[in-house]
């Protein structure tokens, strides 16, 4: 006599293994509430901590539906955190929270100043490169300014400012690193230059907080906070954890970059942080023999990402021969050359960021090297 459709439900979701237990799903206690229809629905509560991966759930629907005689579409499941509140956001598209709540309320960090997020669609765009020398040349204009290093799977800032001092720990609190007058954390400094970047979303929520309250900050006018590319764990960890001020987005010209970079713009648009403009870098050279200008990526791109997004175009920083072994040596380009093209246009960049979000107007001065 072949088996009912439940004990073939039953026995699929036995094969899947949850590798933190070792153990199956049903050995575990993570499926409850079991109800399979004759004419193949499928319903259970999926008991998902948060210790557990996600994908879990995915193989477990997966599973379910590839059965015979199981409405594919009519499988549901609630998705439960048994140790807080349902955990709706980890489901996938199908699954049914239960009793959803409202997320907590991000933190007041009032000591932080504002909290700039600088962020790009796609790597290699330049954004450490922006987020470095901003923060340069805001403390150069007497503002007391902290730099977050949160790409986590580039951190890139301890080479950008020529510093791999480990922080010191002093009465429970990480000390940041300063260099340049800026204050400064990133995972860089905790982890071997070789280490693997192998995070998993929770790891990197843990990492953003702690980089957020764990550190002696003291009392800062400006966070920024250099995340990585993409719309993913960090980025969202951030908004979650603290309240943005605003979020700068950096691209390229080519459509390439600018179809990613607004991708990045809407995610923030969704969670309710303000973007303040666009910087496009790399966006054209020009020959100081003959004056001729040469663009390599197009042209373009940032201007037009801006009037998409509604959100004004702050600076079009050039291409630089020597920008990149500055970056290398540890030497920010506002400092090494504060007199060269791409340093002038970081400067105004600077200051456009300023007026629109700290409402005093006042010239950067160009810093000696």
């Known amino acids: 006599m072949p088996d009912s459709l439940e004990a073939r439900v039953t026995s699929a979701l036995a094969r899947i293994r ?32 948060r210790e557990d991966p996600a994908t879990l759930v995915r193989e477990a629907r997966a599973a379910v539906a590839a059965l015979e005689g199981v409405r594919k579409e009519d499988v549901k499941i609630s998705v439960v955190d048994p140790s807080g509140p349902p955990r709706a956001t980890h489901a996938p598209p199908s699954a049914t929270p239960v009793a959803p709540q409202a997320p907590p309320a991000p933190a007041e960090q009032p000591n932080l100043g504002r909290i700039i997020a600088v962020s790009s669609g ?67 400094f905790l982890v071997e230059r070789d280490a693997p970047a192998i995070w998993r979303g929770p790891i990197i929520m843990k ?12 009392r800062l006018d400006y966070f920024i906070v250099d995340l990585p590319p993409g719309t993913g764990d960090a980025q969202l960890s951030l908004v979650q954890a603290t309240h943005v001020s605003g979020a700068l987005i950096v691209t390229t010209p080519q459509e390439m970059a600018v179809g990613d970079a607004l991708r990045g713009a809407k995610m923030f648009e969704r969670v309710g942080v303000p973007v303040i403009g666009v910087v496009e870098n790399m966006s054209g050279f020009t020959d100081p ?22 959100s004004p175009l702050l600076g079009e920083v050039p291409l630089q021969p020597g920008l990149a072994q500055l970056a290398d040596a540890g030497r920010p380009i506002v400092v090494a050359e504060p007199r060269s093209p791409a340093a002038t246009a970081l400067r105004a960049v600077a200051e456009s960021l300023h007026q629109k979000v700290g409402g005093r107007s006042v010239a950067l001065p160009i810093l000696k090297g």
């Open 18 to 49: 949850n590798p933190r237990l070792d153990a199956d799903l049903l050995s575990a206690g993570m499926i409850r509430d079991l109800s399979v229809t004759d004419d193949g629905k499928v319903a259970f509560t999926f008991l998902l901590s």
């Open 122 to 188: 796609k790597g290699g765009v330049g954004k450490s490169t922006v987020s470095a020398n901003l923060a340069v040349a805001l403390a150069a204009d007497g503002h007391a300014v902290g730099l977050m290093d949160a790409d986590v799977y580039g951190p890139n800032i301890p080479r950008m400012f020529g510093t791999f001092d480990k922080p010191p720990i002093v009465a429970g609190k990480i000390h940041p690193i300063e260099a340049y007058g800026v204050k400064l954390m990133s995972l860089g």
């Open 207 to 218: 990492v953003v907080q702690q980089f957020l309250r764990d550190v002696e900050w003291g």
């Open 289 to 310: 023999e003959t004056g001729r200008r040469i663009d390599f990526f197009s042209t373009g791109g940032g201007r037009r990402l801006a009037a998409e997004i509604g």
